[in-house]
Structure formats: C-alpha cells, structure tokens
C-alpha cells in the first residue's frame, strides 16, 4: 500500500520546496523558500510537505484571514503536486491537512484562489466540493 506523510515544513525542506514552486510556475531559490516558510510561521500560517518514501511530493500553504466584510477564514496558496506523484491524492491529502489545521485555528471556511487558466485544478478544487464564489481582477502595483 501506498503511503503518504503529511508534515510541517521546515526550513531544512526548502530545496525540495523551491522545486515544486519551479513546477508551479514560480523561480524560488531554496533561500527565499527558507526565508518564506519562516515568514509564514511568524504571521500565523503553516506550510505542509507530503512525502513518499522520504521524498518530497507536494506541499502547500495554509493561511488564515480576517477581513472586515467577511470576517475570519482560511486560505489554502501554493499547492503543488511532484510530476511523478499526480493521481496518487497527495493533492487531496494536503488539502486535507491544511483544512484541519485551519479548523483547530478557528476556521470555518476554506478559501482558494485558481488561475483561470488552471483548468485542472479547478476541477480538481470542484471535486473537493470547492464552489465557485465570484470572478475579479488582482491588480499590483510596486511600492517599494
């Protein structure tokens, strides 16, 4: 059987991490990726890591958020699966293990932003019973 650990990530797993954020699209250098998850603790996030057979396959972010309008939910960012580990359910797994995490933190509701251009992992969010909510623009602008 096959057998997936789910863990918190620590900066001993940025390498590994910096990879999967390759795969995602986004050049993070293992030291960014140290300096990130440290980051993410210290604001009140986690970052998990799934492995099999002590090799990194996926990992993903979890956030939580309070907004006057809304008030406070969590937030799933960043999930990446490994290329040699799809249509295993790690994806699954590691939503999974941010959702529980959010709810002990006092989470009610579970958020995650797709690219719309991600057609497969908005089905893949659907599946997971994800709704969609609304369509709107990020805008960005440099202010530093």
């Known amino acids: 059987m096959l057998t997936i650990d789910i863990r918190a990530a620590s900066c001993a797993d940025a390498t ?13 250098s293992p030291q960014e990726a140290s300096d990130r998850i440290n980051l993410i603790a210290e604001r009140g996030g986690e970052t998990f890591i799934a492995e099999k057979d002590g090799v990194a396959v996926g990992c993903i972010q979890a956030s939580m958020d309070v907004r006057l309008a809304e008030g406070c939910f969590g937030e ?11 249509g295993l359910n790690v994806g699954k797994q590691l939503v999974m293990a941010a959702s529980e995490w959010l709810q002990a933190h006092g989470c009610e509701r579970l958020r995650v932003r797709c690219n719309a251009v991600r ?9 997971l019973g994800f709704e969609h909510m609304k369509q709107q623009s990020i805008l960005e602008k440099s202010i530093g």
């Not at 590994?16 to 993070?28: F, K």
């Open 119 to 127: 057609l497969e992992a908005l089905e893949f969010y659907g599946k």
């Open 16 to 28: 590994p991490i910096s990879h999967l954020m390759t795969q995602l699209g986004y050049a993070v």
């Open 76 to 86: 799933i960012i960043s999930l990446v699966v490994d290329e040699n580990g799809r």
